[in-house]
């Protein structure tokens, strides 16, 4: 069992920064939590899902899209059970509900969609012009 709560989406102006939290729990990723990969996806009104920014916790390593480098901001407490994504200089493009994902590694990046098989509710971000 994985349960994913995101938290701290809203509305700001372009150029504008948020910080969105993951709340982490569940009797397997407590168990298993070093074979995950957890990470943050936009999904854009219309859009599939995709990923912008995620971490494997047994290295500790981080990947971001393209979109997003040098903006956003992956991290995570020192438990591993709350990840949070700083969001800096927010486009309008940037609009639409993040979600939480987690999955145990099978592949060789953790960025991908398919790598998460757990996700939380969403939390919505509108950026204006």
């Known amino acids: 069992q994985v349960d994913l709560a995101e938290s701290g989406g809203g509305s700001v102006q372009a150029g504008g920064s948020l910080r969105l939290s993951c709340a982490l729990s569940?009797?397997?990723?407590?168990?298993?939590?070093?074979?995950?990969?957890t990470g943050w996806f936009h999904q854009a009104p219309g859009k599939e899902r995709e990923g912008v920014a995620a971490i494997y916790n047994r290295a500790g390593t981080v990947e971001y899209s393209d979109s997003v480098k040098g903006r956003f901001t992956i991290s995570q407490d020192d438990t591993k059970t709350t990840l949070y994504l700083e969001m800096n200089n927010l486009k309008p493009e940037d609009t639409g509900v993040y979600y939480c994902g987690a999955g145990i590694r099978y592949s060789r990046t953790c960025l991908p969609t398919h790598q998460h098989n757990h996700w939380g509710q969403g939390t919505q971000v509108t950026v204006s012009a």
């Open positions: 569940g009797s397997a990723y407590s168990r298993y939590y070093d074979q995950y990969c």
